[in-house]
């Protein structure tokens, strides 16, 4: 299974398996965020409406990293950086510090979430 090759101990034919998995996913991603951007609601696309987070709790599953995790965002109509490369201090900034700035942006009064330590944006 797919959890299983995440766990790959190195092995170049897990490896090859599990890119291909990671590679499928990223592409269902990329589908449906055209999907949302097609779709038009007045002046903005239901892309424009909402923000999207993909990624993993894991950057390497077979060390069990959390750091330096690879998250793609997209949507917001202009309430979140997208388009470009963002790094984080690794080893001290907490996923939650992404979802507390996503509930600011959209007007939440939050001072936290989670293990955030603040804002990223």
Not at 22 to 27: A, G, L, S
Request: hydrophobic share 35%.
């Amino acid at each position: 299974g797919h959890h299983e090759l995440s766990h790959h101990q190195n092995d170049p034919r897990k490896i090859a398996q599990y890119q291909k998995i990671n590679q499928w996913y990223v592409q269902q991603f990329a589908t449906f965020v055209q999907k949302l951007h097609s779709v038009q609601e007045s002046d903005h696309s239901l892309l424009d409406r909402c923000m999207i987070v993909f990624g993993s709790g894991m950057s390497d599953g077979n060390a069990h990293d959390p750091d330096n995790l690879p998250i793609l965002l997209a949507g917001g109509a202009n309430l979140i950086p997208v388009g470009r490369h963002l790094e984080f201090q690794q080893g001290s900034t907490p996923l939650c510090n992404l979802y507390l700035s996503m509930l600011q942006k959209l007007g939440v009064a939050a001072d936290s979430f989670g293990d955030s330590t603040g804002k990223l944006f």
